[in-house]
DNA sequence: CCGTTATAGTTACATATGAAACCATTTGCA
DNA sequence: TGCAAATGGTTTCATATGTAACTATAACGG
């Protein structure tokens, strides 16, 4: 059967574009919020990301337990975990990886030996000197494409938004 | 050496919640508004996709494409991937497990036999039928957390920090 | 025409992530 | 005490995801 006759009704190249079959209620995914909010969350988190992962062989799980360790001196992994949203699993490995390379240290807490103690090291701090100041401008980057009053805005929906976990007060 | 004397400072088991060293400034996460997006983010897809992951055994890549193909029908890969701003390699697998469950049905595309013609199968429409609507209500109980004032003002934000490339308009 | 380059899509590999099982230690309480 | 249940952390396994390499077809340029 030489030259298939064309699959079906299509002008054969130029964009179809049949908004297909009102009876079933198409979900219009580029007006759907959960799908906005998780392209620019991607697209932002992706970015910054970008600024030091190869730089710094440093994930961005790993770079949140900094960031957090950078606040709190001689946290149990347990407490990074609250403070990250990560699970202890993920905060697991980031410890073992920035440990490993010499950017967190370790102890066993006196009173609970399960528990470790954990603090930043030199390098550890280094580090952080160096990404925290570039995490903050990709920031202002973000909110320069707002005018004030959507930025406070946005600062208000988000609050409302965030699940009740997570506590800012810990 | 018995009994190690305490690692350091700590009461022994009390929260340390030593703001550590203001001479290096470090990042509040829990201020950070990428941080705090990907926090909304994450908890709302996740809610969603509880849904309907075990469900129906699909993946949240899969219920995208879906989602696409019942909005419009003949797109080829490409064109599913730039409207779910999925990379083209996450189509393809997407496609392959959708295909495979027979929910939805490739051809070869007259006049150009590299581009695939995707279209629902009667199965894909049963799944978006049933996907949508718990879909649309999810965003209904995220929005239901704002008031009016504040809905409008997250649509109009989104649409103002979703990057270039997302054209609605395609 | 024919070779080069571009495009659609898939495959392979390496890494990331999540759930559950697991070990060690501590706590609660009979 | 002493033993069950809880807690801090790690390991294992299965799956997901990103990058680059690859195949097939098509478009372009001489």
């Keep these: 059967m030489p030259a298939k006759p064309q699959p079906a009704g299509q002008p054969a190249d130029q964009a179809p574009l049949k908004q297909s079959s009102p009876e079933h209620a198409p979900l219009e995914l580029e007006r759907f ?6 392209i620019v969350s991607n697209t ?3 970015a910054i990301a970008d600024d030091y992962q190869r730089r710094f062989d440093l994930g961005v799980t790993e770079w949140r337990v900094l960031a957090v360790l950078a606040r709190f001196d001689g946290l149990s992994a347990r ?3 609250d403070r ?3 699970d202890k699993v993920a905060v697991s490995r980031a410890l073992a990886r920035l440990v490993h390379a010499g950017r967190v240290s370790r102890a066993v807490h006196g009173g609970d030996r399960r528990r470790s103690v954990l603090n930043l090291t ?3 701090w280094a580090i952080h000197d160096e990404v925290a100041p570039m995490a903050r401008r990709r920031e202002r980057e973000l909110l320069a494409r707002l ?3 959507e930025q ?3 600062g208000r929906i988000l609050d409302k938004l965030m699940p009740a976990g997570q506590d800012t007060s810990l």
């Design 79 to 81: 407490e990074v975990a």
């Design 152 to 154: 406070a805005w946005l």
């Design 44 to 46: 932002v988190s992706q």
């Design 33 to 38: 919020l959960p799908y906005r909010l998780s």
């Design 84 to 86: 990250t949203a990560m």
């Design 147 to 149: 005018d004030a009053e």
């Design 122 to 124: 030199e390098a550890g």
